[in-house]
């Protein structure tokens, strides 16, 4: 079964800067889907960024990017310029593309940002 | 504009009750999904609808129910069978079941057993 491991409970980094967000994950598939997802304050989940395995290059979404390391199962999440707004959990998620996963959502347990003023 | 509603925010249960929890969603998307958090714990879903009429169990379906009679609704019945209800739940939808489809998320309930 498919695991994602999000080793870093909690997070600050100074306004403007730069912080990175660590996850690894574990499966014995080649291809599928991962997901960061912002849950601030009011705990609406918001989706972040994504990346489908197969494809090399890493996404971009304005300030927010990820590192993939395909082979190393590792997919962190790169905020620049932090901003107060960025202050939330951050988690990240896995979803199989066999059908017989139900494409069911994996997730980490997550990240809480907090960003310095 | 565009959707999910959950209601209520904060819902108080008396152990021994069953309560429901409402999802609605105008995406006009066929998929939808019920999960719970925790804290320090990542999202476990509950159920799930790929379709009105039909839905499925999740990885902790123990203790809940669903029904899916309309495409926009997904009510999540939480029964006095669940042990430790006591959780912050979000309702999801996505236009289709795959992979690639991104789910939506509603602004969750939080049940308190008291």
């Known amino acids: 079964a498919q695991t994602v491991t999000q080793s870093q409970p909690e997070m600050s980094v100074q306004e403007a800067e730069t912080v990175t967000l660590s996850c690894t994950y574990d499966?014995?598939?080649?291809?599928?889907?991962l997901f960061w997802y912002k849950q601030p304050p009011s705990r609406q989940m918001i989706l972040v960024i994504r990346?489908?395995?197969?494809k090399q290059q890493n996404a971009t979404e304005n300030r927010f990017s990820v590192n993939f390391q395909k082979a190393a199962k590792s997919f962190s999440l790169k905020i620049s310029d932090s901003q107060l707004g960025d202050a939330a959990m951050y988690f990240c998620?896995?979803?199989?593309?066999?059908?017989?996963?139900?494409?069911?959502?994996?997730w980490g347990a997550g990240t809480k940002l907090i960003i310095k003023p | 504009d565009g959707g999910i509603t959950q209601s209520p925010k904060y819902l108080f249960r008396k152990e021994g009750q069953n309560v429901t929890l409402s999802c609605e969603q105008n995406?006009?998307?066929?998929?939808m999904y019920w999960y719970r958090q925790d804290p320090g714990q990542g999202l476990r879903l509950i159920y799930y609808?790929?379709?009105?009429?039909?839905?499925q169990k999740g990885d902790i379906a123990e203790g809940y129910s669903v029904s899916r009679e309309k495409k926009e609704s997904f009510p999540l019945t939480v029964t006095s069978a669940q042990k430790n209800p006591t959780a912050f739940y979000l309702c999801?939808?996505?236009?289709?079941?795959?992979?690639?489809?991104?789910?939506?998320f509603g602004p969750g309930t939080r049940l308190t057993v008291l």
């Open positions: 999801a939808s996505s236009i289709g079941q795959f992979a690639y489809n991104e789910q939506f």
């Open positions: 995406l006009n998307h066929d998929a």
């Open positions: 609808s790929q379709i009105v009429n039909d839905f």
């Open positions: 499966t014995s598939e080649s291809d599928y889907y």
């Open positions: 990346q489908e395995a197969y």
């Open positions: 998620a896995y979803r199989s593309l066999l059908m017989d996963s139900n494409y069911q959502l994996i």
